[in-house]
């Protein structure tokens, strides 16, 4: 040791550094370089949108003209307006409706597909293929097969004689409400089924095997051994779920456009109608404003509510 | 939560770091299952399991069976049963390809997936990387944030883009589209790919830095080679929801011919016409062919996107 403190080593570059050398060695300035892409992208075109949709909304700015200021005027206007108040009720029914059958034909779904059998793979990947094709293109086929002239449904109950007539599926209020929350479960089943089964695929098998020797019946199996272990995953499912769901505008623009008689008008729709197709920016930037509370509390309700049970039931909370 | 576990790997050396589960839809475990008799089977996993499917492929079925139909199968369901085809026709997909703009529409939608795609991986690569491994003061509070963009939804800002849009000067311009998408993309790309970062053993980035290697030489020369299952990934799934995406198409894009094709089938052939169903379903079906057929090629990619997204 004492060999080595008497050979002078070579001076180190360590103190002289420059700053410009500091800067380049420091982490936050590698950080930096590394985060602009996405910093740009995401704040030009995502934060600062937000922020600006806010201001739209206090302004009665109308394409090709600026607007001014004219504060709440436009939330008060939406308040009394009957529309928008439809538009919230058919944005809740159709999240809350949707969701929960989505939900339990999801889940269902995925404990199906969780057993073994031949062809499992492939009968795995054809579930998906509905999140696969856009949702447009699909929605076209439900519209066409929801046509009120040549419904493929309408033919079959005919001829099965449990009808008369044809059935007017998207041009009678409640019946078009319901066909659009089908095609919205049936687009959005995949997704749930084949993410809650990897979370399945994570359940040891011993825990069942265990279960059934100490005589639990399927129910309990399930009850208390599948869902606790899956709650997690389905707190962040569902939140996705809800979100896309409350948020939907492409399966109802292209089935019916919010008709007949505002009944299928999501919030969405209600916002484009306005916003864009009226011509009222700062009005249609107001309902898509007033989106905002009431996404937080869907998220909300689907996150806290769901993830509570997750230590309730004995498991960690993260 | 585990990282989503990327396919078979090429590379030995990583063998007992990824670990060895397979992902999404392969396990081959039989379970208790062989404690089940087949006709019991048969009631309570065959027949729902066929009925769900069948619900489910139905609509693919009516739109292809609609596009090679005759117009006059179409319209009279008493003569001909509609649920088969008799001297199927190619005359809606000719009329799509031939009297259209349809190959122009498929082509913009293409050109902008690819585009929006590219942009938002090369972004998303460098900011995952520098939340996982560079680790700057704040890079929890970054990825957080990025997070939360995750859940900002296009409905609420296709109005204030619109204008931003107008006011950059980019209206009508597949620009608007390819500059707007990756902020669907890149949040979740960016925490699909942080996921496979963190599967990478430091050792190898220290032995890299070791001999020399700059940040720059370590993430395309290390990391990136060991996440490719994860760019796959990511790139599959953000051409998917390009493909799909409606709301920012339908309200940046004006002319004909720059449309893509969702916005295309919705606005081009909506003319009250009984006989549009035949184009119309045909423009449908050629518009999801793409998908399917490439979904078909990297199943195993496509699930490990969805789920890896879900599980962080």
Redesign the interface.
Same mark, same amino acid.
């Given at each position: 040791m004492a060999h080595t403190a008497l050979t002078q080593p070579a001076p180190l570059a360590m103190p002289t550094r420059s700053a410009w050398q500091r800067l380049r060695a420091s982490?936050?300035w590698?950080?930096?370089w590394?985060?602009?892409?996405?910093a740009l992208?995401?704040g030009?075109?995502?934060?600062?949108?937000?922020l *600006?949709?806010i201001w739209?909304s206090f302004t009665n700015?109308r394409i090709g003209r600026e607007g001014v200021f004219i504060g709440l005027e436009n939330y008060t206007w939406l308040w009394d307006d009957d529309v928008f108040w439809l538009s919230v009720f058919n944005t809740c029914l159709y999240t809350v409706v949707a969701s929960v059958v989505k939900f339990g &034909?999801g889940l269902?779904?995925a404990l199906?597909?969780n *057993?073994?059998?031949p062809f *499992?793979?492939i009968?795995?990947?054809?579930?998906?293929?509905?999140? &696969?094709?856009?949702? &447009?293109?699909?929605a076209?086929?439900?519209w066409?097969?929801f046509?009120s002239q040549?419904s493929?449904i309408s033919?079959s109950l005919r001829h099965l004689g449990i009808i008369d007539g044809n059935i007017d599926f998207l041009g009678e209020p409640s019946m078009a409400r319901a066909c659009v929350i089908f095609a919205n479960i049936?687009r959005g &089943?995949?997704?749930i089924a084949?993410?809650l089964?990897? #979370?399945l695929?994570?359940v040891s098998?011993s825990l069942?095997?265990a279960a059934?020797l100490d005589g639990a019946s399927n129910w309990q199996i399930f009850s208390r051994i599948t869902l606790p272990l899956l709650t997690?995953?389905i707190a962040?499912?569902m939140t996705?779920s809800v979100?896309?769901t409350?948020?939907?505008?492409?399966l109802i623009?292209?089935m019916t456009r919010g008709g007949p008689v505002n009944a299928t008008h999501l919030?969405?729709t209600l916002?484009?109608q306005r #916003?864009?197709l009226s011509g009222t920016?700062g009005e249609?930037?107001a309902i898509?404003?007033a989106?905002?509370p009431f996404?937080l509390a869907a998220?909300g309700i689907s996150w806290f509510g769901l993830q509570r049970r997750a230590w309730q039931s004995g498991g960690t909370d993260r | 939560m585990s990282a989503p576990a990327p396919p078979a790997h090429a590379d030995p050396r990583l063998a007992p770091v990824i670990a060895a589960r397979p992902a999404g839809l392969t396990d081959d475990s039989e379970g208790m299952a062989y404690l089940e008799r087949l006709p019991r089977r048969l009631v309570t996993t065959y027949l729902p399991l066929v009925i769900i499917l069948v619900v489910l492929l139905f609509p693919f079925y009516w739109m292809a069976l609609t596009a090679i139909k005759p117009d006059e199968q179409l319209i009279d369901m008493e003569r001909f049963n509609p649920f088969w085809v008799v001297e199927p026709t190619f005359k809606h997909i000719n009329k799509l390809l031939f009297e259209t703009q349809y190959p122009r529409w498929l082509w913009n939608t293409m050109y902008v997936s690819v585009a929006a795609t590219v942009l938002s991986l090369f972004a998303s690569v460098l900011a995952a990387y520098a939340c996982v491994r560079i680790r700057f003061n704040g890079a929890g509070w970054v990825g957080a944030a990025i997070f939360l963009a995750y859940l900002v939804p296009p409905s609420i800002l296709f109005i204030p883009l619109a204008t931003i849009v107008q006011a950059y000067g980019l209206f009508d311009s597949p620009i608007a589209l390819i500059l707007a998408y990756p902020t669907i993309l890149i949040p979740f790309s960016t925490w699909l790919l942080m996921g496979y970062f963190k599967t990478i053993p430091y050792e190898l980035e220290e032995c890299a830095l070791m001999d020399g290697a700059s940040r720059w030489q370590i993430l395309t020369k290390i990391i990136l080679p060991l996440a490719f299952p994860g760019l796959i990934s990511a790139g599959i799934f953000s051409l998917t929801l390009c493909w799909n995406e409606f709301i920012y198409a339908l309200t940046f894009l004006s002319s004909t011919q720059n449309k893509t094709v969702p916005i295309a089938v919705v606005s081009e052939f909506v003319d009250g016409d009984v006989y549009k169903w035949g184009s119309l379903m045909a423009g449908a079906l050629l518009g999801s062919l793409p998908l399917v057929i490439l979904y078909s090629f990297f199943v195993e990619y496509y699930v490990s996107a969805l789920t890896g997204a879900v599980k962080e």
């Open positions: 982490r936050g590698a950080g930096f590394f985060m602009l892409p996405t992208i995401l030009l075109f995502l934060a600062y949108p937000l *600006k949709g739209l700015t &034909v269902y779904l199906l597909l *057993k073994n059998m *499992k793979s009968i795995r990947s054809i579930v998906l293929i509905p999140f &696969v094709v856009p949702t &447009v293109l699909s076209i086929a439900f066409w097969i046509d040549f493929i033919w049936w &089943v995949p997704f084949i993410t089964l990897a #979370g695929q994570t098998p069942y095997e059934t997690p995953i962040v499912v996705f979100l896309f409350f948020t939907d505008f492409q623009w292209a919030m969405a916002s484009y #916003g864009i920016l249609g930037a898509a404003t989106m905002v996404l998220i | -």
